[in-house]
């Protein structure tokens, strides 16, 4: 059984609600989205067979990000996790952009996911308007946010544990019909080659196909979020990071390649939902319901973990000073609340505005929102080569994670990132988000030098990078009082200054008063 936890964390405030069951769990069901489910028919019917190559690059990739964020995460975990390492790497700029376009991703996705919600349940119940269900779905979603970081955990968990089952009865179910072993099967490999080849339409096409395969992995990095509030922080990104990411590119690998192997890669049906094309030829009952109810349990999943990431990233934007302090108040159970109801409105303001203009909101805002977690998976990976060579100098026995082969390997995978985005830009069907993305960051960095001139922009912490996590016990009090110090002298935010006080040692800071 899991063992109870305290009820709050280090000096952030934050509730510490999330056990070892939950943090893998949101690793896991977090990249799992409808996109596998229904989207990855579009991959498919746009590289052939050879789909499988696509994903498994993508996947690859997104393996190595997730290894490099791992290896900070586990050296300095703290809240706001990537984005603090963006400003510790990179300076104010780098970080406000990086945690302002994060939280402007999920916010989008809240909104497109509570659209896709609303109308899967339209199909069960047609009379009830979709602006109607979709706001029911966030007003649920958004209550159990707003109780606590295990409430939060406790519906991603079960919604995740569906998800998992769901693709491993599918895989099993193919490995039957492959092999011969399912009643009335076809076995055999012969669909990978026998409708134009396993690359029918050209190897361009299946690199082409790496571009919307990285996006379907996003949602792996929320795990480094949720560390803040987890007993064990170090351990829990670790122990995710080894072999989680691992199994998601099985999944999608194995699933795609289920499909392509069953059904013929240029079946109409495939296109619109492979899953259910596949589950049609063995024969399964209620396919359709089946697959509906599936995908609405990923997208209340995503629609969950999208309320708890925007909360989080806000309430670390607040702490560094690149957003208002409004939003920094907790509740009693370590609940970030403001920021929590800021999402919940802004998704809901988006809803309202696709159910009144249609299909145009919607389109801009998918549009708008494509790039931009590619973006920050970019500053990821630059931001670990600079942290991981300061870390060597000034605390190497913080290192123990490390990534693969340094620094070749983070080099190929910092070039590997930069290709997928310049070739959103290059390939007609990702321009449009490439062009409306950059847009979305550049409207931020405009936003980041006007507090700039109005002196709202929140100090560098670059001379903290080296700094242990707040609240850790094997800080000295010199340590402690040169952490006081350090951001007394750069201008720090009181908000800053109680976390560092916080960290003395009741006896000395009792002599600092006297003094």
Known sequence: MDSTVPEHTDSSGLGKGLKRRHMNLIALGG??????????????????????????????????????????????????????????????????????????FFVIVVAVEAIAGGRILQLWIPMVP????????MLLLTATNMVSARSYGEFEYWFSSIKVVAIVLFLGMGALWITGLWPDSTPGLGNLVSHGGFTPLGWGAVLAAVVPCVAFYTGAEIVTIAAAESEEPKRAVARAMRS??????????????????????????????????????????????????????????????????????????????????????????????????????????????TYVWGDIVFNFLVNSYGAVALFVYLLIAVSQVVLRRRLEREDPAALQLRMWLFPWLSYATIALMATVILAMAFLPSTRSQFLMSGLTLIAILISYEVRKWLGKAGVDDESLSAAPLVGSADESVSQAEKRIESVETLGGSDIELAAAAQQEPNSHRHHRRQS
């Open 244 to 353: 989680i990411v691992a199994r998601i590119v099985t999944f999608y690998v194995g699933s795609i390649l289920v499909v392509v192997t069953i059904q013929p890669w240029d079946t109409e049906s495939v296109g619109v939902s492979p899953y259910a094309s596949v589950l049609e030829v063995l024969g399964i009952p209620g396919v359709a319901t089946i697959m509906n109810f599936i995908v609405l349990t990923a997208v209340l999943s995503c629609l969950n973990s999208a309320l708890y990431t925007t909360s989080r990233m806000l309430f670390a934007l607040t702490r560094n000073g690149d957003a208002p302090k409004f939003f920094t108040k907790l509740s009693r159970n370590g609940v970030p609340r403001r920021a929590i109801l800021l999402g919940t409105t802004i998704g809901y303001i988006s809803v309202a505005c």
């Open 130 to 137: 979709l602006w109607m269900l979709s706001l029911g779905l």
């Open 31 to 104: 990249v799992i989205g409808a996109g596998l489910f229904v989207g990855s028919g579009v991959v498919i019917g746009g590289a052939g067979p050879a789909a499988i190559i696509s994903f498994l690059i993508a996947g690859i990739i997104t393996l190595l990000i997730m290894r490099m964020l791992a290896e900070m995460a586990v050296a300095r975990p703290v809240v706001g996790s990537f984005y603090v390492y963006a400003r510790q790497a990179l300076g104010r700029r780098a970080g406000f952009a990086t945690g302002w376009m994060y939280w402007y």
